[in-house]
Nanobody
């Protein structure tokens, strides 16, 4: 009923750039916060960046100055522009969202995409 689909991952050389997209669809009344997480093999899933409905952003220290999160509310889509990529950025990147599905209900944040692989290697 609610689906998040990521795209834009791939193989890139150190110093290169990628732009990830995550489109939400289904029974959605409103989307509040949207987030990007990453997870490397054997590691916990970590928050990379978040953006509120009003456009306020937050970033992990490791990506500040390199990544930019943005959203297009008309398209129910969040983006992650990834510049100056490093090998340690290699991970599966997941989209997460705080979504209100129906009027007069509380939003929940247990909506996840299936992930998109980002590999940074020479």
């Amino acid at each position: 009923q609610v689906q998040l689909v990521e795209s834009g991952g791939g193989l890139v050389q150190p110093g290169g750039s990628l732009r990830l997209s995550c489109a939400a669809s289904g029974s959605i009344f409103n989307i509040y916060t949207m987030r990007w997480y990453c997870q490397a093999p054997g590691k916990q899933r970590e928050l990379v960046a978040s953006i509120t409905l009003g456009g306020d952003t937050n970033y992990a220290d490791s990506v500040k100055g390199r990544f930019t999160i943005s959203r297009d509310n008309a398209k129910n889509t969040v983006y992650l522009q990834m510049n100056s990529l490093k090998p340690e950025d290699t991970a599966v990147y997941y989209c997460n969202a705080l979504i209100q599905r129906w009027a007069y209900t509380q939003p929940t944040d247990d909506y996840w995409g299936q992930g998109t692989q980002v590999t940074v290697s020479s």
